[in-house]
């Protein structure tokens, strides 16, 4: 049987019990790419469609895996943990898979329309109160 | 003021209200603790004999921070003991005899009666230890049997030291048929077993039924010879009372203490008065402070006395005083050891209350009662017990609900449980099924279950269902497992320093290393499983074969139905329905690990088996990267993630059944499966070595069906879907167990979930919180409870204990001050509350 074509996107995150700017209890799904770049923005790593990585240091554990990894050696180890350089990096995640602590993180991961949605409908239940909306 | 000490005041800790000043003094006056004149102590009466054994260790078994101390408690109490006048035909007399002749005389006779200042209700003094009455020779069998080369006391350490969790017969966790005593009196009760004991063969009367039923007539004359006394006393200091007030209310007391708990009760304050007496005796008789006795349903059978004094003019806010008495006394339950100091135990009783819930036909159950006792809840509060329950249903009324959330935003450690209906009684359903009593447990009367202790399901005044009797860690079948059925290390005993050699303890299920597949590995953690449950099983035997034999509780009897039916004491399995729990503990930690060695040594190949167990036995040092992957990378319970979820049913599954195949073989009492945890998972995180899911040894383990800290990243409804899940979620077909629901677990699992104040910090807020808890009646589990509080509090509190002594947190199922539990289980919570993501 023939598979139909998914439509795909790029998610940034799936926020579960939303309870913030809105009536009830919701699922927000923040895509990724934005077509403004606004001053204040409170998620500018949402602006840019493409997807893009940045370290947590809270669980990096120093093993520099990640530096090593690096094809284009644009991760380095200082005082202040793992730096970045943005312009090197072409978004091939090998530190992501390398990281053993997932302290290398990507913003945003390719979600098909099925999978995203029943990712969604996970807590169907919790919206379909009358009282939450 | 800086922004950290601005948000502490308005986030104050909540502190009692609305109380008049006999409240205030008497609540007062409880909270200064060891600094009071008078308490509550155990006061320790002895047969005079010198083989005499007063404190009963066996009920401690499953509280292992006491180990250390049973001897001395044993003998401490024996030298403190007071010899007690026996009548002259004592030594003629069965045990169970003795027992109730001894405990009744030491409680009218020798144990001081007083009434606190302003308190309207008497039952003062009734944390005792008495002599267990035996002879010489029942003495000597029994202190082998306890204390012999394989006693109890040696499999208990045992099992205990070498990390598979603890298992001891002990007192209380069920609910007194209270209901039934109010209603007819002891006067009534003693009839009854007096036509019992007249419908025996004169044989059978000389026999062992007619001891045990003679034995329970004599204990059901005890509350009412102690309100005798207590009525002499309220006349006396009515008499000499000058203040026009009192001097009225003590009459009264004296009043109702001539008609309850004998006659059937009449008025409000008659009923809880009789309450109160029936309650606090059944302590005296199992010489243990409020173990989970529990009062069930009180809300319901209190309803008819309260209309009644309602119509016949009570004031309500006199009503509430009455039951705010009621409520100081339960406290003064932890007066028993109350110069031990604190530890993790004190918050350990459990005398719960349950409020609304469904009843016939789906129902809801709310009353002005339910609503009355809400109240003084929150003007107690902060206060342990009475422990209430609130039972929430799919019908449960707004209001209730908007009350129920507004108390638990206004308090930290929320003051009570939420239990859920149709999830508890499908798990009862089970429970029928599979014990086979659905002559006592189906349609027409499931919904009048209730919790005790903290949480665990039972029915009323028929019911002992041993509900923390057996204390089990699932993940030393992980260890066993890793090592083809021993340990991992040589053993030292803690108290004696005494080495040994790693024996072979479990069976023999294969060299893990030589494993080429998942499946091999998980069918030894099977087998494996079923031997520590076959262990725990054994070792309540014995505890429970001499608890049978030697140590009855005849008033307690009284009140458990089935027992004068059958002439069999409550401890020899007399209760209609008589189970023993088996409470799984390290459930997520189990779950996760072997989901760890799935994911790192079959399926993705991050290392051998032997690299695996090698960083295990190192407790990771030198295999930090090994171990950040098995925290961070292997999939977690508790992230509603389908597959790993699906691991955690069937480990659930695996144990259940097993557990179901067990009886108790002295006392005929079904093994059934549930999930309490106590504080055991911090103290065997000490015990048990690390676990593949990247856990080192010395960290606390999982609790009850929480996911383990920290795994449950995607918040609090994939947690809860997760829960759900385990438990047997819905039956797509309309089946199920009770209408769509599935509950594999009928004692009910305890969980717990952190909440930012912040998520109620608004009405708006609350709506969506209240939402939330409509979403979690029907994906969640059993019971919930919230701690609302966060991590900046609690380590100011670690900081500045004394600024924050009535703080109350929820540990697992039970609230306790968070300034008297260990700096382990503080540690634990803040690690707790600080990974929620919210």
Redesign the interface.
Known sequence: MKKEKDTTATILRI???S?EDGP??RSTVFFKGCPLNCIWCHNPESISPGVQLHWVGS?C?G?L?CVAVCPENALSAGKNGIALDRSACTGCQRCLEVC???AMEAYGQSYGLVGLVSEVL??R??FE?P??G | MSMAEALRVTRRIKEPKNLSARIEWLRSYYFEGARRAWNNEFTAWTTGTDWDVLFDEMTFYIVPETYPFLQTFGSSIKQAARPVRLHPDFWTWSLPERKAWFVREVMVNYVPQEVLPGDLICGARFNVQTSTCWTRKEAGERNRLVHGKNGVRAAMKWFHDHGYGNSGATSGHLIPGYERVLKIGWKGLYEEIEQGFQTLSPREKRGRKGSQLKAMMTAATMPRDLAARYAALCDKLAAQETVFVRKAELKQMAANLVRVPWEPARTFWEAVQALWLTHMLIMSDENYPGPGVSFGRIDQYLLPYWQRSMDEGMDREFGKEIMKCFWVHANTAYDAMIRIGNNGITAGYGQLITLSGMGALGADMTNELTYAMLEVIDEMTPILEPKPNVRLHRNTPDALLDKVVDMIATSQGSPFLINFDERSMAGMMVEARKAGVTHLINEETVHDYAPVGCLENTMQGNDRSGTVDNNLNLLKAVELALNDGRDFFDFTDPITFKKEKVKQAGPKTGDPKRFTSWEEFWEAYAEQTRYIISCCVALYEQSESVRARFCPTPYLSCLVKGCAEQGLDITEGGAELGLATLEAVTFATTVDSLLAVKHLVFDNHECTMEELIRALKANWEGHEILQAKARYKAPKYGRDDDEADAMAARVMELWCTETWKYKTISTNRQFRPGMLSWNYWVSDGFILPASPDGRPKGRFLSNAICPSNGADINGPTANTNSVGKVLGGMAADGGGDYLGYRNCLPNGASHTISINPSLLKDPEHREKFKAFLRGYAENGGTCLQLNMIDAETLKDAQQRPEDYRSLLVRITGYNAYFTSVGRELQNELIARISHEAL
């Open positions: 926020q579960r019990m309870t009830g209890i669980r554990i093993c895996s053993p602590s997932t996970k807590d239940i919790y109160n009282a939450a």
